[in-house]
Structures are given as C-alpha cells and as structure tokens.
C-alpha cells in the first residue's frame, strides 16, 4: 500500500513543560494548540502553583511552540491572568507567535497582559513579598 | 442391529433372528411376508390394528400407505426405508427390518407428539422471527402516529383480522390507529367511552388484560370494528402496551367469525407483541416531548430571521461547529429604532466556546443587549454596562461583538460601527474595493473595563457592510486541507457582491467558507450583511406584507 | 447543455409580456426580460417580468419552470462559456431565490383554504450541497400542487433531516443533489431516511443523466426534473421496510478495497504532492503567482474529489466526465484541456497501489487526449 500520510491525523500533539527556576520562578512551556480541549490542562497547571502557600514570583507561559490560541485558550489565559493577580505573581506571555499578538490586539487584551508583566494593573496586587517572609518563613495566605 | 437376548421361541425366519421378546416390546410390530401376508403381529400392533393377526392380508388391515412400502420393500433391490402415514388421529413412523427370507418386521413409531412439537417449535420460530423483525420496524421511527401505524399494520397482518391502537386520551379523544390486514392504518381521534369495550380501559390503566373468552364480540361498539372489516368479529383480544410506568396506549385485536378463535398461546403471544410496541411507543413519546422541549426553549437561541428595515437589508447565516447542534457561540440579531427617524442596531458577536453551554451565554448577551437599546447612542456605554453584566469572578468565558448602528438618510445610508475585540467589519464598495472599519475595542465580559473607538462608514446604493465572526477566517481546509480561509479570501469573496442582495452576499460568504472546509470539522461560523438596495426590494420577502413588490 | 435559451438581445421584451394573453410566447418573452433583468442585477425589473405574467394569468408552474428554471439553466451555461462571473451567478441565483419566495407568497394566498393537502413532502439538499434553487423550485411546484411541503433548504446536515422526520413523518423526501462528489453523502442520507420508513426520490444532476447513482445508492424513486418528481410523487413512492438499515458496503461492495477510503482521506496531501511534482515538471508554474497556484491547487482538489466519488460509485465515467467538462470550461477560457495531463500523470505515479484509481485516471487521460481542440460551449471565442 502507498503509504499517503492521514489528513485526519492530529497536528502537534498539545503539552506542557513545567520548570521551577531559582528565586520561585515558574517557567510552562506550551506546545501545540491551545483550545476548548486543552486549555483546561493549561489552567490547571498554571493554578497548582498560584494557588499553592508559596506562589511564585513570576510565571513564564513561554510561547514559542504554541501553534493555536482558540477563544477558550485566550479566556484560559485570562483567567491565569487573574489568579496570578490575586497571588501577587507576575504573568508573562513569552516568545508570542504572530497570530497570538494578533489575537491580543484584536480582542484589545494586549496592554492588559503587558500590564501584568510590569506588575502593576488596574486592580491593586502586592508587589514582591514583605520582607520578612522573603527571608524563608512562609508568606501569607492567599485567598482564593 | 439388536440381539434380543432370551429367546424362548424358536419362530420362522427373521422372528428367530430378533428373538421373541419383539412381542412385549412396547411399540407396535409386526411381521409381513413377501407376499403380503401377515405373519405375526405383537399386542401393541393388534391393538393398533385389530384385524391384524397372522394369515390376515396386509391390504385388508393396515392403511394403504404402509401396504404399499410393504410391497415396494419386496420388489425394490435396495433396502426399504422407513415410511411416515396417518392412522386414525395418529401419525406413525414405521421402521422396516428385512429377513432373509424376504419377511419384514415393521416397527411402528408413534410420532404424533413430536411432530406437534416440531409444529410448535416451528411457530415459535416464526414468532421469534416476526418479533426481531416487529421490534426494528416499530423502533426505526420516533413519530408517534407513525409508530401507532407500524404496530396496527403489523398486528393486523400477523395476529388478527383487524387491529386497532387506542392511546390515552389527550384531552377528551382518544387517538386511535386502526388497520385491517395489514393495509395502510387509518388515524383518527374520537371522543370515545373505553369502558364500552371489556378489558380497554383496564387496559389504558395498566390492569393486566382480561381472557380473550370474557370478551363477547357482539357488544363491540361501532368504533370499535374498524371500516373495511367485513363480516361480525368472532373473537377479540384486548391487551394493554405496556409504557414507561404508565400505559402507552391499549391494543384491540379482532378476528372474523368464520377464523378460528384467539388460543391461549396467541394470548400470551399477542401480550408480547404488545410490550414490544409499548416500549417503541414510549420512546417516541418521550422523544417528541424533549424535542418539543428542547425547541420552545431553543426558540430564543436560534438565529432570527432577518428583514428589511426603512430602506436597508439585513441577512444573516450561521453554521454551528457541529452538524448536530443548530446553536452554538455565535450570535446576530437586528433591532429596529422604535421611531421611523431612528438608527437601527444590528449586532453580531462570538463568545468562547461551543454548543448548548456557549449557546446559553449568547442567550444572555442577546438579552442583556435589548434591554440595553435606548443607550444605543452611545457604544462605548453601552459595552461598558454590558461588560459589567457579563462580568464574574467565577470564570472568564468572554465575547467578542461588532455593534452596527444603521440609518438610511436618502441615498446615503449611516452606519456606525464599534467592535468589542471582534474582527472589524469589512466595507464593500461599488468600485469593487474592499475596506476593514477603523473601529477596535475591548473583549467583554472578562476584563473590569472596557475601551472602544467607533467608526463612521457612509454607503452609497448598492454598496454593503459585512460582519463576520473568526469562524470563517479561521475554518482550515482548501484544496491542501490545512490552509486557513483568511481575511484575504473573504475579501476577495466580497470584492464583487457590490450590488447583490443582502442575502446573495451571504450565501456566497457561507459557500465559498463550507466549500473551503470541505467535510472538515470547524468552529461556529456566522456572517450578516448590512446592504443598501438601489432603491426597490420585494416586500413580500419579510413575510409580513401581503403584496409582491415595491418599487 | 441543449436547451439554450433565446439569443438574449432584445431587451425590449418587458414592456410588451403582459399585454399579450400569456402563451408560449409570452414566456419567451418574459424568460428574455428575467434574463436580461438578472444579468443587470437589477432586482425590480427581474420581477416584474415575472408578475406581469402571472398578472396576466399565466399558470404558476409554466412560470416557474419555463421561465425562472430556464433562466437559471442559462445563468450556468453563461458562466461556464465564461460570460458572467461566479458572483454574477450567485446575484442571479438570489434575485430568482426571492422571486419565488414572493411568488409563494403570493400563491399561498390564492390558494383556497379549505383544499384538502396532499401528502406531505420534505424537500432538502445533501449536506454539502450548495446549489438549493433546483430543490426550492421543486417545493413551490409540489405546494403548488397540493402538498403540504416542508423544504429545509441547502446543505443539510443528515442528523438535522433525520431528526426532521422524526418529527414530522412526511410521506417522502426528495433529496436535491447538483455535484457528484456530494454521492457518498447522499447515500448516507438516503439509508439515514429509508432506516426511518420514509422512502426517498433523488433529484439533480449528481444522480447522473439516467437517474443511475441513484439507482446504485438505492433511492426508491428518482425523477429527472421538477415535474417528473412531482408526477412520481403523484403516483406514490412506496415505503421501504422500516428498520432495514443497509450499511454502505452492502449497496456498494467494490468499496472493501478501501481506494476510495484512502483517497478521500488523503485528498489534502495527494494534492500537496501533484502541486509538488508539478512544479518540478513544469518550470512555467514556478513563476505563477500565489493566486494562481492556488487556482491549480483547486483544479488538482476537484480532480482527486471526482476521483473519489468515481472511485465510491465504480463508474470511471464519473471521472472522465468531469475531466470532459473541465476540458471545456477551460478551453472556453482560452486554456487548452491538454493542461489537465500532467496532474493526471502525477496522480497515477501516487496512487500506483491502487488498481481501480489508476484504470480510472488512465481512462480519463485517454478522454482528454481524444479531445480536439474544438469548443464545445456555443459562441465561445466570439464574446469571450
């Protein structure tokens, strides 16, 4: 039999890659596409560590290898945006490929997602920790 | 071949070659010689035939059938076979076994029994036959009076003469389905007393049916005996089909005088049939509950149909993501000005998701946004309450929407178009240019507040506006299959619908983005053009006025 | 292509149709003035052609089928001979769309009210079919004559119709399919509807000249217009066994070779692939522009969808024929069919596994090479 590769076949299959860096930071790589049926995945991931007692300072979602961002992935996205607001983290949105900037200035979310990566919002969030929980004890807990 | 043991005789030929005991033995023998006399014969076998004692003639005693194998076993080379006949009310099976001196010992079978048995076990065969096949037919449709025709159709032509199904009364009348043998069921609903006929409304109670011999044919009521059945019922089963706790319905099964009445077996039978199409009928009924549910409540979610409004013409198209839904994340309605002077608000928007859960969201917005029609002045307000509406903690399923507000002034027609994160309206110029409004704006529903800078767009005649959620441009496929439609193509699809009605811009939009997709899954797709006619459209179109035309 | 209408040049037509007592030549004259009307996009003129002769008393039917139906013929044929754009037809199409719909309107309102409807009738398209005006036509025709008609219009998806029949238990469906590779689908509906209990009368011209894949796909009735359709419908079309469901294979056991399974699935890469090679072969398309290439790449897609459905129904005519009508679609946009060779080529060296495509494509092949080079649409060249 010829052997004529399957259009039906699925595209790069989606994943995530979590990483912890030094100084609490939090890198998730995403791969493939994220939409109504990954975005869950993302979603999950990202809360384990927002909503864990020690969140971390920064939260990469490195983009580079994300081939779609359907409607469920960009609320996916805000709503990690939200979270890592209430935790105090920072959230960037690395290596974003075209159509992603595209669909954040489209939908105008574009200088909200840039806000958070300087850390400031519209909403107030603590900025880095108090000193004294920096030092090793266990910072306060976070509601929700 | 046997040996009997203890021989106490010493009989001619054969006799003495299966010893004596043959005379006790319990099934009838007897032994014939070649010249078609009787030898011997046991008591069983005189008992069987009285006249058949020794030195009688075969033809003289026995029925033709088993003289005649006699005398075929004599004058055939071969070895006689066994041979089957009636005798009296019996059927025998009579076994030869040939001597050498050419006498045949005829044992006689009594096999009446077993052939009763294989009669029944044939019939049951049948039945079991006829309920496979019954059952697939009676399910193949979720109609109910369709249901009600199949099962009299098939009652009619395998249990009785005449068959007729009475369900509950839906308010005072009964609907009766009624066939005779078999030809197609004739409906009608009437207002009827079940208790005229024994054993019907205990049957549309759930009682157990009474015996078909309880039932007297003549007290029938007329409508009862369905038209077309000739001659005075002589029997009648009544048997309820049972249904989801509560009856189904009542099954009225009617044979002529002149057939053989309903047996006990054919009760039962009758019974089983009728549980079968209970539990079809059922289901239909249940299914044309929930669907009849399902689309009062869907009323609201489903796309409008669109009209002319002063002068400008609306259509609309939308495909779900998937074929077996008709609602999904995408949404359009129009809004005519109360006042003849006012702008009219077309809207078209997309919120995250698919199927019933989005659908019930886009129900919301649609909501949300009619009573929000007198701040239609101003969109940027009027986004921002509906931002505030749509705004909660628990989630951030959003929408995108493009909001278009339409006065036709003369030759020129106004719009002002606003996106909410939604791809910007294209503009369809009579030179056949294609331009994107100059509006952009916030996503509602997710963030705490929101922007939006409108645009103003004039149209001439013949000039369209077209609004389009990312389900086209997005849809993947081509002729390589994995190419996104594009905002290139969809220009280039609209570059010449300068001057097309309203509806003709949309059905290419839908065509050219269905045909670029192919068989391919896609997400919900909906388009709704805004055009200005030159200045004459058929009225009649909008479904509310009477006449053909205006000029 | 036969039936041409009426060289369109008098455009004077309009004025005069309703004059005259309506008659055949009232509806030359009429067709004249719709076609000329359409060709304009001008919508009211369109229209009034059509009511100044039914004002004038002609029978709805004659109108709809010898006057919209045939102008609709002639917008096809205008475009085929390449004289009127894809957009043109779809202007055209709409305004005939709204003429009937007004002209329902307009009979329903005639009609009497206590007339007893006949059986009622489901008019749909296949899913994927596109080309709803011949079915819309056939559903005023059949209300016209009594029945009760529910037409749900173009691209059906098959669970919508089934569920549609569920509800309603129509006496028949008349299925309305215009390109051949909607085939497989259509049999998908027409075993969907027959499982039902309701028997199906296939019209359109996906079903062959003959009414045959119709036939092949098990259809209980086919008719070869509107008004065989509504005659066969007047006669009865009986029932099929309810609950006989037939899977595909059972109708069409050539498909346990799994060609047409493959090619279908792989249509997206087969065409990727010939566009590849193509452009090795031909130096000239390297230097095509992207629109371009992207026009081959549709010829090359139809190619493999025809293919598919010749490969679905076992008939290599299928293919031929369409490799036939291309040939003149092009040649009557000055590109001679000869074009169509190599991607056949390229074809056959892709699928050599597959025995049936590769007899197909070589018989399709032979055809396009017994062409002349003769236009075979009237008046092309002249005015193209």
Known sequence: MTTVPDDTAPDETFGLEVTTGEERDVRVQVRGDLDHETAEELLEAARAHLRSDRPPRHLHLDCARLTLCDSMGLAALLLIHRHALAAGTRLHLDNRPGMLEHLLELTGTLDHFAQAEKGGDDRPAHEDPPPHSAAGSPPPAHPG | ?551 | ?384
Not at chain 2, 161 to 186: K, N, T
Not at chain 2, 416 to 423: I, M
Not at chain 2, 466 to 487: H, S
Not at chain 3, 210 to 218: F, N, P
Request: hydrophobic share 45%; with cysteine; aromatic share 4%.
């Open chain 3, 1 to 384: 292509m036969t039936q041409a209408l009426d060289p369109p040049e008098d455009a004077a037509a309009p004025a005069s149709a309703a004059a005259r007592p309506p008659g055949p030549d009232s509806l030359v004259a009429a067709r004249r003035a719709l076609w000329h009307a359409v060709r304009d996009r001008d919508e009211s003129r369109a229209a009034r052609s059509v009511f100044d002769l039914l004002d004038a008393g002609a029978d709805a039917e004659d109108v709809l089928l010898g006057v919209i139906a045939r102008v609709q013929f002639t917008v096809g044929e205008e475009w085929a001979a390449g004289r009127l754009s894809v957009a043109a037809e779809h202007a055209a199409t709409a305004i005939h769309d709204r003429i009937i719909a007004a002209m329902s309107h307009r009979e329903a309102e005639a009609r009497p009210a206590d007339a007893t409807p006949a059986a009622a009738v489901t008019v749909a398209c296949v899913d994927g079919e596109w080309h709803s005006l011949p079915a819309r036509i056939l559903a005023e025709v059949l209300r016209l004559r009594g029945h009760r008609v529910d037409f749900l219009g173009a691209q059906v998806p098959t669970p919508h119709l089934v569920a549609h029949l569920h509800h309603t238990a129509p006496a028949a469906v008349a299925l309305s399919s215009s390109i051949p590779t909607r085939l497989p689908a259509a049999h998908a509906a027409i075993t969907a509807v027959q499982a039902v209990g309701i028997p199906v009368l296939a019209g359109g011209a996906a079903f062959g000249p003959d009414g045959r894949y119709a036939r092949l796909l098990g259809a209980d009735a086919w008719a070869p217009d509107a008004r065989g359709a509504a005659d066969a419908l007047a006669r009865g079309v009986p029932r099929p066994a309810a609950g006989a469901v037939r899977q595909t294979i059972d109708d069409l056991p050539h498909l346990a070779d799994q060609e047409f399974t493959m090619v279908s699935r792989s249509r997206g890469q087969l065409v990727k692939n010939t566009m590849a090679a193509l452009e090795d072969r031909l130096p000239a398309m390297r230097a095509y522009t992207e629109a371009q290439r992207e026009r081959t790449a549709e010829d090359v897609a139809h190619i493999v969808e025809f293919l598919a459905a010749a490969l679905y129904t076992d008939d290599s005519g299928l293919l031929t024929r369409f490799l036939d009508w291309t040939g003149d679609i092009l040649e009557a946009r000055g590109v001679p069919a000869r074009v169509l060779g190599p991607a056949l080529e390229i074809l056959q060296d892709e699928l050599k596994d597959f025995p049936r495509a590769l007899r197909f494509l070589a018989e399709g092949h032979a055809a396009l090479d017994g062409r002349g080079t003769r236009p075979t649409i009237p008046g092309t060249g002249s005015e193209a």
């Open chain 2, 1 to 551: 071949m046997t040996t009997f043991e203890g021989a106490s005789r010493q009989p001619r030929g054969l006799v003495r070659h299966v010893g004596a005991s043959w005379m006790q033995a319990p099934y009838p023998a007897l032994v014939a010689d070649s010249s078609g006399g009787v030898v011997e014969a046991n008591a069983a076998a005189t008992h069987l035939f009285p006249g058949a004692v020794s030195g009688a003639w075969l033809d003289h005693v026995v029925p033709g059938w088993l003289a005649d194998a006699h005398r075929r076993a004599g004058e055939e080379g071969q070895p006689p076979r066994p041979v089957r006949g009636r005798h009296e009310d019996l059927t025998l099976e009579a076994h030869p076994t040939v001597g050498t001196d050419g006498d045949i010992v005829w044992w006689l079978v009594d096999d009446t029994d077993r052939l009763l048995a294989e009669t029944a076990l044939r019939s049951e065969r049948e039945r079991t036959a006829f309920l496979a096949d019954a059952s697939s037919r009676l399910l193949a449709s979720l109609n109910v009076p369709r249901c009600m025709e199949v099962a009299v159709q098939l009652a009619a032509s395998h249990l009785a003469d005449a068959a007729l199904l009475v369900m509950p009364a839906a308010g005072r009348r009964h609907p009766i389905a009624a066939s005779v043998g078999g030809a197609p069921a004739e409906h009608s609903s009437a207002r009827i007393d079940p208790s005229a006929v024994t054993g019907l409304s205990e049957a549309l109670q759930g009682f157990p049916p009474v015996p078909s011999r309880w039932i007297d044919p003549a007290t029938l009521p007329d409508w009862a005996v369905p038209e077309g059945f000739d001659g005075p019922a002589g029997s009648v089963v009544v048997t309820p089909l049972p249904g989801h706790g509560i009856p189904a319905g009542a099954l009225i099964l009617l044979r002529r005088g002149d057939h053989a009445a309903f047996d006990a077996s054919e009760e039962v039978f009758a019974r089983v049939f009728a549980a079968r199409a209970g539990a079809a009928l059922s289901a239909a009924r249940m299914y044309a509950e929930q669907a009849g549910i399902t689309a009062t409540l869907m009323v609201e979610l489903l796309p409008p149909k669109l009209h002319p409004v002063r002068g400008v013409e609306y259509a609309g198209g939308y495909r779900a993501s998937r074929d077996t839904e008709r609602i999904g994340g995408d949404f359009y309605d129009v809004h005519p000005g109360a006042g003849s002077d006012q702008e009219t608000l077309a809207v078209l928007g997309d919120v995250c998701g698919k199927g019933l859960d989005a659908a019930v969201l886009t129900g919301k917005i649609r909501t949300t946004l009619q009573a929000l029609l007198p701040l239609a002045e101003d969109h940027e307000k009027l986004l921002r309450l509906l931002n505030g509406t749509l705004l909660t903690g628990r989630h951030t399923r959003y929408a995108t929407l493009v909001l278009a507000s339409v006065r036709r002034e003369g030759r020129v027609t106004r719009l002002r178009l606003t996106s909410a994160g939604h791809p910007r309206p294209l503009i369809v110029r009579r030179s056949g240019e294609v331009e994107e409004a100059d509006t952009a704006g916030t996503l509602i529903g997710a963030l705490p507040d929101v922007h939006a800078r409108t645009a103003e767009v004039l149209l001439q005649p013949g000039e369209a506006c077209l609004l389009y959620t990312d389900g086209i441009t997005e849809a993947k496929g081509g002729p390589l299959g994995d190419v996104r439609f594009g905002t290139r193509r969809l220009r280039e699809a609209v570059a010449d619908c300068a001057g097309m009605p309203a509806e003709a811009v949309v059905e290419r939009v839908q065509m050219l983005a269905a045909e670029w997709v192919g068989g391919r899954p896609h997400d919900d797709m909906a388009v709704l053009a805004i055009s200005v006619p030159h200045s004459t459209h058929l009225t009649a179109v909008d479904g509310r006025t009477p006449g053909r035309y205006t000029t």
